[in-house]
Each structure stands twice: as structure tokens, then as C-alpha cells.
């Protein structure tokens, strides 16, 4: 494995530090304050960004072209009049200028960002320029109401079956006590990155060269646990590692672990979307209404999925009921499926498996509902 040094690769960018992707959009700088420009450019540079710098105003082309626009607030004065567009801010140091908000308005900027307090957020909105940041991945967690409800399954089945739709797919392992993901997938020896390779990932890590880092397993990537003794990451790096993720677009597959702990929540915030996997019956049901208390606190929305009907076990409808969780569905006990992981097929493989036709069908209606064509 890699290490830290991979980790702190994956925050500069990519090889190259402070190299943008070929085609990348370059920034622009409008400044005469040297000190000033001096920052700029240590914030581009941290973001991945090469930057065109300016004095003054530029041709319309160039203004209307850069895909951001900062204006030192030294020189607000020598852009009024310019067009109008997305993507500028008025960026200087002065906290307490009555008048900034003023100039801002004058120039038509998005906001106004006062340095050093600012420098996170502007280095957040330089990387998505050098990553052409659009739409977010939808991001579907799975957990299980019980132990052995089959969320691990499911999760691989749902990330398989995106990927087999053609989706940009990343499946990650959010349970460092389940065994690994890589391994349900039939990868452990694949090579690439693991989770404790981002232990000490700071700030914002870069999306491309995350997704390239990871190991690629039935066309999609899968970030999992390796085989060590470390069984947590901290928080920050959590939540980097999944905002990432989420910022290449496509579909991202977490499977969560049965506690929700401070690097479990940062995970369950970025989620639009949490699968609650919940045998057909009652004591199965008793346990999964805890983890859907601790789930519920931060989650925006959460459904249960209901595996299987045990004899004289409750149906998909009463399952939901009793827990209060509007029902996402009901997956049928697939016999066999344990043998075939078993010899390296993951759950999912098989298009026409009961399995499958539920991923499959499950995707088509939640990309329809966040406006994604199918």
C-alpha cells in the first residue's frame, strides 16, 4: 500500500501538485495588489489551478470565457461595466469596509470572500473548476435492521448493477468489521488503495485521481478495508473521501456498518438516500427499529427493504408499518447465492437473478427521480 504519500497525492491533485488536467478551465485573476495576487495564486495552486492574471479589465472574451472570475477588491472599480455573468467574487482582506457589499453589487459579484477566513471555501470552488464539477453521484447507503440481513449483498448487487447499466459506479465499504467489499466482489488481491491509505488525508481530496487510485472490480471501483489491524479512519478523512467521491457524478453504493458513530454520520450527511435491509420477521424488525433511531437522527431519508418472508413471518407492508419507514421494496431469499460468491460470482452478476431485476428496477426509479436518464 501506499501510504500517506499517496493520500497527500490524491490532495494536491494528481502527479504534477499544482498541474491541471489537459482542457481544464483556467481561472482568472483581476489584481494589481501584489499581496494579494501572491494568495490567489497559493490558493490556485493548492486547488490544482493554473490562473490567467490580469491588472485590469480584459477583453470580453476572456472575462466572459474564464470559468471563475476573482476580483481583487483593489481593482472593483476597473470592471464596472462588464457583462454580467455566473462565477465571480470580490476577494480581498479589509473586514470591517462598509462599502464592499456595495462594490460588489456594482460588478455583479456571487460573493464576496475576505482572506484568510475564506480560503477553504475558495479552494473548494478552484478544484471543482479544474474538475468541472457538476451533478453530485446519487449516493444510496445500505444497512442492516439485524445482524445477517443481507446489506452487504445488497450493496454489492446495487453497485454491480449500476455499473452493468453503464453508470460511473464507486462501492464503498463503510464497515471495517464486515469482512471487505473487495472480497465479495472476488478483488482482495486487486491492486490499489484501501481505506487506512487515507488515514491522513487533510482538506479536500482531489475526485479523479481518487477514483483512479481505487481498485477497479466488474467495471466499477470499490474502496474497502485491507487485511490490517486498523479499524477506524478519522472523521475529516471520512468525509473527504466520500465528498469526492460524490463530486464525478454517476451513482456511489455505501455499505454502513450497525452503529452510527462521529465517521458514520459524516458519511449518513452526504447521503440522499439510506436502504434499511430487514428480514420478514418480528425480532428482526424490534432490532432494526434502534438502528433506524440512530439512522433517522442524521439521514435525510430512509426506507426499508424487506429480504425474504420467514414462515409465519410478516409481509413487506407490515414490516414498514411497524417501523414507521416508507417501504423501498421487497428482495426474495435467492437460493444458490452464497455457493456462486463462493466461487467468484458477486451478488448481482446474474441480470436475470431476482436480485438483479430488483437493483435494476430500483435504479431506474431513483435516477428518474433526481432527473437522471435511465
Same mark, same amino acid.
Given at each position: ?54 491588472? /485590469? ?28 455573468? *455566473? ?9 470591517? *469596509? ?33 474538475? =468541472? ?10 444497512? =442492516? ?33 464486515? =469482512? ?62 466520500? /465528498? ?70 410478516? *409481509? ?25 460468491? /463462493?466461487?467468484?460470482?458477486?451478488? =448481482? ?26
Amino acid at each position: 500500500m501506499a501510504g500517506s504519500k499517496s493520500s497527500e497525492l490524491l490532495e494536491r491533485g494528481g502527479p504534477g501538485g499544482g498541474v491541471p488536467q489537459p482542457g481544464a478551465g483556467r481561472p482568472l485573476i483581476i489584481t494589481e495588489d501584489p499581496a494579494l495576487l501572491d494568495d490567489l495564486l497559493r490558493l490556485c495552486a493548492a486547488a490544482g489551478a493554473r490562473a490567467h492574471v490580469r491588472h /485590469a479589465m480584459p477583453e470580453h472574451s476572456g472575462w466572459e470565457s474564464a470559468p471563475l472570475v476573482l476580483v481583487g477588491d483593489d481593482a472593483a472599480r476597473r470592471v464596472r461595466g462588464a457583462p454580467r455573468r *455566473d462565477g465571480v467574487f470580490l476577494v480581498g482582506r479589509e473586514p470591517d *469596509d462598509p462599502l464592499v457589499w456595495q462594490r460588489a453589487v456594482e460588478i455583479g459579484a456571487e460573493q464576496v470572500l475576505r482572506l484568510p477566513d475564506a480560503e477553504a471555501r475558495l479552494v473548494d470552488r478552484l478544484a471543482d473548476v479544474v474538475e =468541472g464539477a457538476g451533478r453530485p453521484a446519487l449516493t444510496v447507503g445500505v444497512i =442492516g435492521g439485524s445482524g445477517g440481513a443481507g446489506a452487504s449483498t445488497l450493496a454489492c448487487a446495487l453497485a454491480v448493477t449500476a455499473a452493468r447499466s453503464g453508470e460511473r459506479t464507486i462501492l464503498i465499504d463503510g464497515d471495517p468489521l464486515g =469482512g471487505g467489499m473487495d472480497v465479495l466482489l472476488g478483488g482482495e488481491g486487486a491492486e490499489g488503495l484501501r481505506w487506512p491509505d487515507f488515514a491522513r488525508s487533510r482538506g479536500r481530496v482531489a475526485a479523479g485521481a481518487l477514483e483512479e487510485s481505487l481498485p477497479e472490480l466488474h467495471a466499477l471501483r470499490v474502496l474497502s478495508w485491507d487485511r490490517g489491524e486498523r479499524v477506524a479512519v478519522p472523521p475529516a478523512a471520512v468525509r473527504s473521501v466520500v /465528498a469526492a467521491a460524490r463530486r464525478r457524478g454517476g451513482v456511489v453504493v455505501v455499505d454502513l456498518p450497525r452503529r452510527v458513530d462521529e465517521a458514520v454520520a459524516e458519511v449518513l450527511a452526504q447521503l440522499d438516500l439510506v436502504l434499511m435491509v430487514v428480514p420478514g420477521e418480528l425480532r428482526s424488525v424490534a432490532a432494526a427499529a434502534r438502528v433506524a433511531a440512530g439512522v433517522r437522527m442524521v439521514a435525510r431519508d430512509v426506507r426499508v427493504v424487506v429480504r425474504g418472508r420467514c414462515p409465519g413471518g410478516l *409481509d413487506a407492508e407490515a414490516v414498514a408499518g411497524l417501523l414507521r419507514v416508507p417501504l423501498a421494496g421487497e428482495v426474495p431469499l435467492e437460493v444458490g447465492l452464497p455457493g456462486r460468491v /463462493a466461487e467468484g460470482e458477486p451478488p =448481482g452478476s446474474s441480470a436475470r437473478s431476482a436480485l438483479a431485476r430488483f437493483c435494476a428496477g430500483f435504479w431506474q426509479r431513483a435516477l428518474a427521480a433526481q432527473g437522471v436518464p435511465a
